[in-house]
């Protein structure tokens, strides 16, 4: 997308524009197809207990994968507030659930894993608090679990893959950075991470936090199941 500060300060704006009255405007601020554009959102905080109490008490859809997966960008996409979550240049530093706030429900971002230079206790650690949450909390609605199209599954997401499936929750897999492929790649790719992790084509959305492609059909699912229906 162009930005209208860009085009004013270039050519075109020197020369007082060139244009012909024809194309519309490209839409710079929320989506309305997202549900979750039009829906205020607060940031509640960061918690170390996976049974921490939150008032009120509403379902929670959870946001989990590999550090560096693309977490917080997809958040912040789906949202639609760039600077809600925190895009990170040192992964894996967190071991805390951040809660976020919208009327119906909680977007809860959790830690990511599989960050290479964590030590033992940290891993651990990491494992309790996870397993903890996924296990226990009773509010929790369905998982959102995020894999980079472009990687095999890695051993942590196959652990990933065996608590999420122990602990029975609806779980959406969803495929991060595609526009990172190519428009023709991009189906055979999708295929090929869906068979490596034995899913379904209705278990998967591509998305791009980037090109925004999958972000406003994601929004739609997580309201979806946050109020307890099957999108
Ligand atoms: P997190 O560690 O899982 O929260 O991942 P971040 O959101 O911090 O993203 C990790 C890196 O991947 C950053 O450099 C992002 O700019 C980049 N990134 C995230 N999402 C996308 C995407 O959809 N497309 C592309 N091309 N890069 C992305």
Redesign the pocket.
């Given at each position: 997308m162009r930005s209208a500060g860009k085009r004013g300060s270039g050519e075109a704006g020197k020369k007082g524009g060139t244009g012909a009255l024809g194309a519309p405007l490209s839409h710079p601020g929320p989506d309305p197809s997202n549900p979750l554009h039009i829906r205020p959102i607060e940031f509640v905080g960061s918690f170390p207990d996976a049974l921490v109490s939150v008032d009120p008490a509403l379902p929670e859809i959870a946001f989990i994968?590999?550090?560096?997966?693309?977490?917080?960008?997809?958040l912040n996409a789906l949202v639609g507030r760039p600077g809600l979550?925190?895009?990170?240049?040192s992964?894996g530093k967190t071991t805390l659930l951040n809660f976020y706030r919208l009327p119906e429900f909680y977007l809860v971002d959790l830690p990511?894993y599989g960050f290479a230079r964590a030590g033992k206790g940290a891993r651990a650690g990491y494992r309790k608090l996870v397993t903890g949450y996924l296990r226990t909390r009773s509010s929790l609605a369905g998982i959102v679990w995020?894999l980079d199209i472009r990687h095999q599954p890695s051993a942590d997401d196959l652990e990933m893959q065996t608590l999420l499936a122990e602990s029975g929750r609806p779980v959406l897999a969803v495929f991060?950075?595609?526009?990172?492929l190519t428009r023709s790649g991009l189906p055979a790719r999708a295929n090929e991470l869906a068979e490596a992790l034995g899913l379904q084509p209705d278990q998967i959305q591509l998305?791009?936090?980037?090109?925004k492609l999958g972000i406003s059909e994601l929004a739609a699912s997580i309201v979806a199941a946050a109020a307890g229906e099957d999108s």
């Amino acid at each position: 997308m162009r930005s209208a500060g860009k085009r004013g300060s270039g050519e075109a704006g020197k020369k007082g524009g060139t244009g012909a009255l024809g194309a519309p405007l490209s839409h710079p601020g929320p989506d309305p197809s997202n549900p979750l554009h039009i829906r205020p959102i607060e940031f509640v905080g960061s918690f170390p207990d996976a049974l921490v109490s939150v008032d009120p008490a509403l379902p929670e859809i959870a946001f989990i994968g590999r550090s560096n997966v693309g977490k917080s960008s997809l958040l912040n996409a789906l949202v639609g507030r760039p600077g809600l979550a925190r895009v990170s240049g040192s992964p894996g530093k967190t071991t805390l659930l951040n809660f976020y706030r919208l009327p119906e429900f909680y977007l809860v971002d959790l830690p990511g894993y599989g960050f290479a230079r964590a030590g033992k206790g940290a891993r651990a650690g990491y494992r309790k608090l996870v397993t903890g949450y996924l296990r226990t909390r009773s509010s929790l609605a369905g998982i959102v679990w995020l894999l980079d199209i472009r990687h095999q599954p890695s051993a942590d997401d196959l652990e990933m893959q065996t608590l999420l499936a122990e602990s029975g929750r609806p779980v959406l897999a969803v495929f991060t950075k595609a526009d990172k492929l190519t428009r023709s790649g991009l189906p055979a790719r999708a295929n090929e991470l869906a068979e490596a992790l034995g899913l379904q084509p209705d278990q998967i959305q591509l998305t791009s936090s980037q090109s925004k492609l999958g972000i406003s059909e994601l929004a739609a699912s997580i309201v979806a199941a946050a109020a307890g229906e099957d999108s």
